[in-house]
């Protein structure tokens, strides 16, 4: 087991081009979480799913966002017509259900919107 | 609204020298508090967490936390830092039963001088 993975690393894309990114988290973690972090910030909470259920939504996550875990394994995010302050690290972290279980974290996607 | 507050966003100490990373939270309920450590262009890393059992918590690398209830901080020590604990490091709170899902401080850079 490597630990939770996203790809792509690095992501430039021209504004108003959608995006998509995906998290593969560790097998047995049946929790998934998407994080944003801008420069000079810690990561804000964006959504999270247990198993293929998407169970919460930050109001950071706009129309123009949506996360997906179809089997329950691994997860995409993707972002329509994508603006300029959409640019950040995306992180994905994974954890088991149970009190309390913690948050690995990927490596994260980075995103320029040019 | 709960919010996670990082005293000092740049820290710098010498060698050997003690580190002391302050974090203080809004809540006076006792949440999940968890440091995290992350290092250029990477994803995070769990340093330690407290979970409602001790208040002084030990993790890696020689990094130690104390909750403290009446003060609602949750403070990080070493007591010699070495050149490479130069990173960011995050104090995290999860207010829910699901610890995977956190409010993060804005961060604090160390830096270690020779």
């Known amino acids: 087991d490597t630990g939770v993975s996203q790809n792509p690393r690095h992501k430039i894309t021209k504004r108003g081009q959608n995006v998509t990114f995906r998290c593969d988290p560790i097998?047995?973690?049946?929790?998934l979480y998407w994080y944003r972090q801008t420069l000079g910030q810690g990561p804000e909470f964006l959504t999270y799913f247990q198993n293929e259920a998407q169970l919460e939504k930050s109001r950071l996550l706009s129309d123009r966002f949506s996360a997906e875990r179809p089997k329950g394994s691994f997860s995409t995010l993707e972002i329509q017509r994508t603006e300029q302050g959409d640019s950040a690290m995306y992180l994905c972290?994974?954890?088991?259900?149970?009190?309390?279980?913690?948050?690995?974290f990927g490596q994260g996607t980075r995103l320029t919107v040019v | 609204a709960q919010s996670v507050t990082q005293l000092g966003s740049h820290v710098s100490v010498s060698e050997g020298a003690l580190v002391l990373l302050r974090c203080n939270y809004s809540?006076?309920?006792?949440?999940?508090l968890f440091w995290y450590v992350q290092y250029p262009n990477q994803g995070l890393q769990l340093l330690l967490k407290y979970t409602s059992a001790a208040t002084l918590v030990k993790g890696i690398n020689g990094f130690e936390a104390e909750f403290k209830k009446s003060e609602t901080s949750f403070h990080l020590t070493k007591p010699s830092a070495h050149m490479s604990d130069a990173a960011e490091y995050f104090c995290a709170v999860s207010w829910s039963t699901n610890a995977g899902k956190s409010t993060f401080g804005d961060g604090t850079t160390l830096t270690v001088k020779p």
């Open positions: 097998s047995e973690h049946n929790r």
């Open positions: 972290a994974s954890s088991r259900a149970g009190t309390p279980s913690e948050a690995f």
């Open positions: 809540s006076s309920v006792p949440p999940y």
